[in-house]
């Protein structure tokens, strides 16, 4: 039972930062109805961003950790943004309204060149840095097992917890937030509106780094290690979790998160690490054949 | 003669033409809308059965249900032709035009357009072509009578490409084909599936008065020619006054009216659905005065850019 | 300020100016970090290292590219319209590649067949050969999948993996010979893609890219950790050599068997091997490609490209959308076994590692560069995205860096491809397309 809760609390960690991610390919699916295959490396490109930044902050001599952590958070989301506009600007703004698989291949070819960039410039090996928040509650310790909720688990579950209820709002209740739902229904009426479509998109992508870099740097707490190699797992992983709970919607998009992180976890716990990966593929798989439009994503109805 | 007495009013055919598709009690929700409701009516051989309505009146809606891409909620759909009587709310989706030989245009044309206007006729006799070929396997090592077949194929595209006029534009992409051409070749399309019935879907959309004439005359061919039925949805009042024999009327999903073109055109359920009903007494006194001060011709005629 | 001092042939240079400092600002935030600082292993841990002077050069380059490319576009506005010149030199572009089509098929094909005999072909050249070959039966073995059927299969290198392992595995455990293996690898590749492809072709597209995605990671990583089986990360070696016509080509034979060079009383060497090699991935290579050429014209290729442009379309006329895409799915595959098959005995040793995502996405880079649909174009592809980096090997970390880049530059330039010209596969009218008068008189009368 200990064992179970420990696991529990693993998982909706792990979860987190899932569900971070995963919001940036629901927004960018729902409004343009595309993969971006790039934004499992925009998180990678935050994880680095973060881990520099904390060196940086290490060297300058900043150990208060609440200030620490602000600070990177903000560098990291700043420069996110700024790649993940890029991105939109460079390899997909040019192909809308092109053959339909191009967008696609050009994200992919997006996401490769992402990964060898950081490789390149931060090289292969894997990076490691010390712990910035160790320590942590343990209950019931008198069991065989213990179970041990770390300071760093609660830093993961409330910030991705402030940002998502700060994300919803975004949505719901400013003209941002309307003009992106306004041209993921209907794009052309929304540009005779006066929307700028070619700015929701933009700001869309921006919104999706950035939460992706706080991922990235929650990936870099959590874990103490990365390579340019991480986004690709994570964000496969995150995409499933964006499929799992219906792409296209926010809460589907932090539900799916939480339940890959799980799945994740208790079967690494339970049966095999080796496999865990291809967990989550099979639930993909599983998910896209038995309820192709996820736990809460609506019917698509298709038109002829 | 007991027989016709036997056939419920909505299923009647005013000519008295052989049923070709009926349709009873259909029903198609989409969640909680319904899109058609409870919609009876049937279409006879060798005839234009012309669907008519206002925007949104379920219309394609109907056309999807017939043609398989969607699955009716409630409803049979039963086609009688060429000797075998076919089910088509129980069949998938390519099987009605496969089996069923039910063919059909699109609102929004969909051609192939990076292949060629023949390789468009060819690939729609697919089926044909498949079986001749052996499934590929004796059609690879040019066994089987695939050749001849494959002529006989291309024979057919140049009969309907020369009835639609695009004999000389065979080779080119369909794609580059102007907007009037490509509606033409959709219908040569939907031909060469040999039909039992063709569904057009507002088939003179965007045409010209001349290229609209020419439509007229394209679709009399093909009732007179060919014995099949047709089916249309069409806007344009004067088209379906002119080519159907049966018209049938839909308004929020539901069938107001059904008869031929002279009896709908004077019934007044469809006059109140074109032309809207006096509500102004239904409406509250107070929403009543909003609209009659607001209401100033001159300040709407002077303002006629901005609408 | 005087408006007219900042304007130069009707050109707002102030305007370029802002712009071209936008993107500067946007390089330098791309930049800072990143580029700017370096994180490198020290003795106490992770340290930091600084290059700033690349961040001033990469921010100055973009200004100045910016600037360069808001003139040129501003030059063009300002002149003549251009969208008549552009129509123009596609319709050029079109006939040139159309005629390198035709002719450049059979000169790589005469090339191919007279390589080895070449006086320049030594080991290396005929080795590197060989190993472009491989890559353009891939990459002919993958257009069929996403050229031909519009499939975006992301795993291809799953199917690769599949023939491989099969060739080791029978040979391993069941002794049997290259050439029984290699249609049974094919099978097992094609029953792989059946089995895969059932559930997930009736989704859409790009879903299916994902999954085909996640598929090629879980064989990766059932072939890492089976151990039992697939004997891991440590991979197979000794895979057997293929026999010619069950001459062994190795210096003595087993007893009471001959060899090669004894049966054609030949001295023995070691380029036999190589050019038979050589020779065998391009019969299997050209195999492929005359293949694809002829299932083309046949029905099912046909509702394969129909299935590309339209699916709803095809529908609506009666053609089985899920089976023509398997079938498409299962040839691509099979294909890929062959190809796997033979990358098994020519390494004589496999491992996990050869079959990475990395690989998939090369192969797709070959299709897609050479233009989708594309014959030559996916040979020439190869040719030079294999043999290109082969010649370039010093620069291999910036290999996949100029993959990545040119994959997008390629989209946004030709969406289609390099060489995406398409031949009707039949004609109702033999000989050459009609004049272009005709395409104009109809195309002009009653546009709407």
């Known amino acids: ?304 | 003669m007991n027989q016709v007495s036997s056939i419920p009013p909505e299923l009647v055919i005013p000519s008295g033409a052989e049923p070709l598709l009926t349709v009873e009690h259909l029903t198609m929700r989409f969640g909680g809308l319904i899109a058609i409701d409870d919609v009876s009516f049937a279409a006879g051989k060798g005839e234009i059965t012309a669907i008519i309505g206002p925007n949104g009146a379920g219309k394609t809606t109907l056309f999807n249900c017939i043609t398989g891409f969607y699955t009716p909620t409630v409803g049979r759909l039963t086609l009688r032709a060429r000797g075998e009587t076919f089910l088509l709310e129980r069949m998938d989706g390519f099987r009605i035009a496969q089996k069923a030989h039910v063919a059909r245009t699109f609102q929004n044309i969909r051609l192939f357009s990076e292949m060629s206007v023949l390789e468009n006729l060819i690939v729609a006799q697919h089926n044909e072509l498949m079986k001749a070929s052996g499934y590929t396997v004796t059609g690879l090592f040019g066994l089987g009578g695939y050749r001849k077949k494959e002529r006989e194929a291309t024979d057919l595209a140049s009969y309907w490409l020369d009835k639609v006029g695009l004999t000389r534009l065979a080779d080119i992409n369909a794609g580059n084909l102007p907007y009037g051409a490509q509606r033409r070749l959709e219908i040569a399309r939907a031909m060469c599936i040999r039909p039992t019935i063709l569904c057009l879907d507002e088939p003179a959309a965007g045409l010209n008065p001349t290229e609209s004439h020419e439509l007229n005359k394209l679709l009399n061919y093909i009732k007179e020619e060919h014995d099949i039925g047709l089916l249309l949805i069409e806007h344009d009042m004067s088209v379906v006054m002119e080519i159907s024999d049966h018209v049938i009327v839909l308004d929020y999903g539901v069938k107001i009216s059904d008869g031929t073109p002279l009896y709908v055109r004077s019934d007044p359920n469809v006059i109140r659905a074109y032309l809207g009903e006096e509500e102004t007494e239904e409406l509250p006194p107070e929403i009543v005065e909003d609209i009659s001060k607001d209401y100033d011709p001159d300040s709407i005629d002077s303002d006629k850019g901005g609408v | 300020m005087n408006e007219n001092n900042n304007r130069l042939r009707g050109i707002d240079i102030t305007a370029l100016l802002k712009e071209s400092a936008i993107a500067a600002l946007v390089a330098l935030g791309l930049t800072i970090v990143m580029l700017g600082l370096r994180t490198v292993d020290t003795t106490t841990g992770l340290g930091i290292t600084t290059r700033w002077p690349l961040v001033v050069l990469a921010v100055v380059s973009v200004f100045v590219g910016r600037l360069l490319f808001a003139l040129r576009r501003e030059w063009k506005a300002a002149g003549r319209p251009v969208q008549r010149d552009l129509k123009k030199a596609e319709h050029r572009a079109a006939i040139i590649v159309q005629r390198f089509s035709t002719i450049g098929g059979p000169i790589f094909i005469a090339f191919a067949l007279a390589l080895p005999l070449l006086p320049f072909a030594d080991r290396y050249v005929v080795d590197v050969a060989t190993y472009v070959l491989i890559y353009v039966m891939l990459g002919w073995g993958l257009n069929i999948v996403v050229g031909l059927a519009g499939l975006l299969d992301l795993g291809y290198v799953a199917f690769y993996a599949v023939g491989a392992y099969s060739y080791a595995l029978f040979a391993f455990y069941f002794d049997l010979s290259f050439w029984v293996c290699l249609p049974l690898a094919g099978l097992c590749a094609a029953g792989f893609g059946v089995l895969l492809g059932f559930p997930v072709l009736r989704l859409r597209g790009d879903y299916l890219a994902i999954v085909t995605l996640g598929f090629g990671e879980i064989i990766r990583v059932i072939l890492l950790n089976w151990y039992s089986f697939t004997n891991g990360p440590d991979g197979i070696s000794g895979i057997p050599r293929p026999t010619f016509f069950g001459l062994e080509l190795k210096r003595t034979a087993a007893e009471g068997e001959q060899t090669f060079h004894q049966f054609f009383n030949l001295d023995y060497s070691t380029m036999h091997r190589l050019i038979f090699l050589y020779y065998l991935i391009l019969i299997l290579a050209l195999f492929t490609n005359f293949f694809t050429l002829r299932i083309r014209k046949m029905p099912i290729g046909r509702a394969w490209e129909a299935l590309r442009e339209d699916e709803i379309a095809c529908r609506s006329l009666g053609i089985n959308p899920t089976n023509t895409k398997l079938t498409a799915f299962a040839l691509g595959a099979m294909f890929a076994g062959f190809a796997g098959s033979f990358f098994a005995t020519r390494q004589a040793f496999i491992s996990p590692e050869s079959f990475t995502f990395i690989e998939s996405a090369v192969i797709l880079a070959i299709v897609v560069l050479g233009g989708m649909g594309s014959q030559v174009g996916v040979a020439i592809a190869a040719v030079l995205l294999i043999g290109g980096t082969e010649l370039f090997r010093g620069l291999e970390e910036y290999r996949m860096l100029a993959f990545g880049g040119l994959m997008v530059a390629i989209m946004v330039w030709r969406p289609r491809g390099l060489l995406a010209h398409r031949e009707p596969t039949i004609k109702l009218h033999s000989g050459k397309a009609p004049p272009e008068e005709v395409i104009k008189a109809v195309t002009q009368g009653g546009m709407k």
């Open chain 1, 1 to 304: 039972m200990e064992y179970f809760i420990q696991q529990l609390i693993n998982g909706v960690t792990l979860g987190s930062i899932y569900g971070l991610i995963a919001i940036g390919y629901t927004m960018v699916y729902g409004i343009i109805g595309m993969i971006n295959f790039a934004h499992g490396d925009i998180f990678m490109i935050g994880a680095f961003l973060s881990l520099i930044a904390f060196l940086v902050l290490g060297i300058v001599g900043i150990t208060w950790i609440p200030l620490a952590l602000l600070v990177v958070l903000l560098v990291s989301m700043l420069i996110a943004s700024i790649y993940g506009w890029t991105v939109e600007r460079l390899a997909y703004r040019p192909l809308r309204g092109s053959f339909r698989l191009a967008p696609l291949i050009s994200a992919i070819g997006m996401s490769i060149f992402l990964q060898n960039y950081v490789q390149l410039l931060q090289g292969a090996r894997v990076r490691p840095i010390p712990p910035v928040i160790s320590g942590g509650f343990t209950f019931l310790e008198g069991g065989v097992f213990s179970i041990t909720i770390s300071y760093l688990q609660i830093v993961i579950m409330l910030l991705t917890i402030v940002l998502m209820t700060g994300f919803a709002l975004l949505i719901s209740r400013t003209s941002l937030g309307r003009a992106q739902r306004g041209c993921e229904q209907d794009r052309t009426m929304s540009a005779l509106l006066g929307i700028n479509v070619d700015r929701t998109i933009s700001l869309t992508f921006v919104m999706g780094a950035a939460l992706a870099a706080v991922a990235g740097m929650l990936f870099v707490l959590y874990y103490g290690v990365i390579d340019f190699y991480i986004g690709f797992l994570a964000g496969i992983k995150a995409f499933t979790a964006a499929v799992l709970g219906g792409i296209g919607s926010l809460p589907g998009a932090m539900l799916g998160g939480l339940l890959i992180g799980l799945i994740e976890t208790f079967w690494s716990a339970y049966f095999s690490i080796e496999y865990k990966d291809v967990a989550a593929f099979a639930i993909l798989v599983l998910v896209l054949i038995f309820r192709p439009t996820g736990l809460l994503g609506k019917p698509e109805i298709e038109k002829v």
